[in-house]
């Protein structure tokens, strides 16, 4: 079975400055691996997927995020924030039955402080 | 393209009245169909899921129901709401392969007072 791990519930970080959004997982399988955000009352944007190759993925916007098999673990950086990145922060990971169910993580919602 | 609408958007509901929460997907054909919910603080929890019309799958084990009566649209009902039912809700489509991502609808704030 699938699950995901996301240590840190909340993360504030300063303007400008670097951060980095854990998420590890757990799969008896290979997986395909995803990072979600969402702002306040709105539903969710897919910003990056790994699926496979290169390990390293990048979104349109600064975000980042490392496939690590051995570490199991997809983690999201960035490194130099903006105010408008503060959200709510998901991992997720896919499962193998037909409807290709996502399984999440609890999220990470990130502060941006001025 | 693709868009993905739920409504209402929000929603006051005694406990014990019936609930009716809607989504629909425009721009592509024979999509997977999903409902989630969130809860204040915690992460999301898949309801129910669709692979075609009339075909629902439950995740777990609650006094909700879903349909799919038409390709494109899913529902999300209940006879009789708790105050545990409230929470956000989210609709979302996927095409089939388990390395498509989800897509989102806007959510549905539900309260049941």
């Known amino acids: 079975a699938q699950s995901v791990t996301q240590l840190d519930s909340q993360v504030p970080v300063f303007e400008e400055a670097p951060v980095e959004l854990r998420c590890n997982y757990s799969?008896?399988?290979?997986?395909?691996l995803f990072w979600y955000v969402q702002y306040p009352n709105q539903g969710l944007q897919l910003l990056l997927k790994y699926l496979s190759g290169s390990t390293l993925v990048e979104s349109i916007n600064g975000f980042e995020a490392e496939f690590n098999k051995s570490q199991t673990s997809f983690h999201l950086r960035k490194p130099s924030v903006h105010i408008s990145d503060t959200a709510e922060y998901f991992c997720a990971v896919s499962g193998l039955r037909g409807a290709n169910n996502l399984f999440f993580g609890t999220g990470t919602r990130l502060t941006v402080i001025p | 393209s693709q868009t993905i609408h739920q409504w209402p958007a929000t929603l006051v509901q005694p406990v014990g009245s019936p609930l009716s929460l809607e989504c629909t997907v425009e721009?592509?054909?024979?999509?997977?169909l999903y409902w989630y919910r969130q809860a204040a603080g915690r992460g999301l929890q898949l309801l129910f899921y669709s692979v075609g019309i009339g075909q629902i799958s439950s995740e777990v084990p609650q006094n909700l129901s879903a349909s799919r009566p038409q390709d494109r649209q899913f529902i999300l009902s209940s006879k009789k709401l708790l105050l545990s039912d409230s929470g956000f809700y989210l609709c979302?489509?996927?095409?089939?392969?388990?390395?498509?991502?989800?897509?989102f609808g806007p959510g549905t704030r539900l309260t049941v007072l």
């Open positions: 721009g592509t054909s024979n999509p997977n």
């Open positions: 799969s008896s399988v290979s997986v395909y």
């Open positions: 979302a489509w996927s095409r089939g392969g388990g390395y498509n991502e989800q897509f």
